[in-house]
C-alpha cells in the first residue's frame, strides 16, 4: 500500500483560502486517479475533487466549482487542494485518496485503495 499524508489543514475566516497537500510515499503505484474527499460531524463523507494522474482531468462537486482547485505534481508525489472563497459549510476533516484502477465514479469512496489520516478544515 501507499501510505499518503495530508496537510495544510487549519483554520481560516469565512472568505479566507487554505491549500491542502496529499504527499504519497512507500511503494508508490502509478495511480490512477487521486481525490479529496471530506467528512462533516454527523454527515457522510462526500467526493470534493479528483484528478486523474495520467492526463490530469479533473472532476469536482458542485460545492466547490469556481472555488477549489486540484492539482498534482508527479516529480513530488504530492496532490493539491486549494480552496478559496472558503465557507463555513466547508468546514470538515478532509481526506486524500487514490485509486489503482480509473474509478467509474470519482466520488465514489469505495472505487479508492488507499487513504490518509485526514486533516482538518475549520472555517468560522
Known amino acids: 500500500h501507499v501510505q499518503l499524508v495530508e496537510s495544510g489543514g487549519g483554520s481560516v475566516q469565512a472568505g479566507g483560502s487554505l491549500r491542502l497537500s496529499c504527499a504519497a510515499s512507500?511503494?508508490?503505484?502509478?495511480?490512477?486517479?487521486m481525490a479529496w474527499f471530506r467528512q462533516a460531524p454527523g454527515k457522510e463523507r462526500e467526493g470534493v475533487a479528483a484528478v486523474s494522474t495520467g492526463g490530469g482531468r479533473t472532476s469536482y462537486a458542485d460545492s466547490v466549482k469556481g472555488r477549489f482547485t486540484i492539482s498534482q505534481d508527479n516529480a513530488k508525489n504530492t496532490v493539491y487542494l486549494q480552496m478559496n472563497s472558503l465557507e463555513p459549510e466547508d468546514t470538515a476533516m478532509y481526506y486524500c485518496?487514490?485509486?489503482?484502477?480509473?474509478?467509474?465514479?470519482?466520488?465514489?469512496?469505495?472505487?479508492?485503495?488507499?487513504w490518509g489520516q485526514g486533516t482538518q478544515v475549520t472555517v468560522s
Open positions: 485518496a487514490a485509486a489503482r484502477a480509473v474509478p467509474w465514479t470519482w466520488y465514489d469512496q469505495d472505487e479508492y485503495d488507499d
Open positions: 512507500g511503494y508508490t503505484y502509478r495511480s490512477n486517479c
